[in-house]
């Protein structure tokens, strides 16, 4: 007798919540750069966008400028260099390698601000200073 049991979903490998948010971010990659056309899913870790443009390859270097609308300012962008770990037709996803402190600031109240639970965020980014390496 086959008796079939039930499976556990897979565990969730992420270490941030991730957020969706219009903004204008690009990825460039060599020569290449990918603009991100409606939401992009950021989180303190990475970033996915969908995109018109041709993507570069799993694995390229990259680096990402997210760009934040302010009232009248000049805009903030915030740049950090990563690796492409996901590269299809209409999107690509990157993980964030390297960041500097002002950039890092700026995204965390860029999710902070827009997360529905800002309290789970803080203790997200307090338990897990800087940025880590990609799963392998």
């Given at each position: 007798?086959?008796?079939?049991?039930?499976?556990?979903?897979?565990?969730?490998?992420?270490?941030?919540?991730?957020?969706?948010?219009?903004?204008?971010?690009?990825?460039?990659?060599?020569?290449?750069?990918?603009?991100?056309?409606?939401?992009?899913?950021?989180?303190?870790?990475?970033?996915?966008?969908?995109?018109?443009?041709?993507?570069?390859?799993?694995?390229?270097?990259c680096e990402v400028r997210i760009i934040l609308e302010s009232d009248g300012a000049d805009?903030?962008?915030?740049?950090?260099?990563?690796?492409?770990?996901?590269?299809?037709p209409g999107s690509l996803a990157v993980h964030f390698n390297e960041i500097d402190l002002?950039?890092?600031?700026?995204?965390?109240?860029?999710?902070?601000?827009?997360?529905?639970?800002?309290?789970?965020?803080?203790?997200?980014?307090?338990?897990?200073?800087?940025?880590?390496?990609?799963?392998?």
């Amino acid at each position: 007798m086959n008796a079939e049991t039930p499976h556990d979903p897979p565990a969730e490998r992420r270490d941030f919540i991730r957020i969706p948010f219009r903004t204008k971010a690009e990825v460039r990659a060599g020569k290449m750069t990918a603009h991100a056309v409606g939401d992009a899913n950021v989180s303190m870790s990475g970033l996915r966008i969908t995109t018109t443009d041709p993507v570069p390859a799993e694995g390229d270097p990259c680096e990402v400028r997210i760009i934040l609308e302010s009232d009248g300012a000049d805009p903030v962008a915030i740049e950090v260099k990563g690796t492409v770990v996901r590269s299809a037709p209409g999107s690509l996803a990157v993980h964030f390698n390297e960041i500097d402190l002002d950039s890092y600031w700026h995204l965390h109240q860029l999710i902070r601000m827009n997360t529905d639970d800002p309290e789970i965020a803080e203790r997200e980014f307090f338990s897990h200073w800087g940025i880590r390496p990609a799963p392998r």
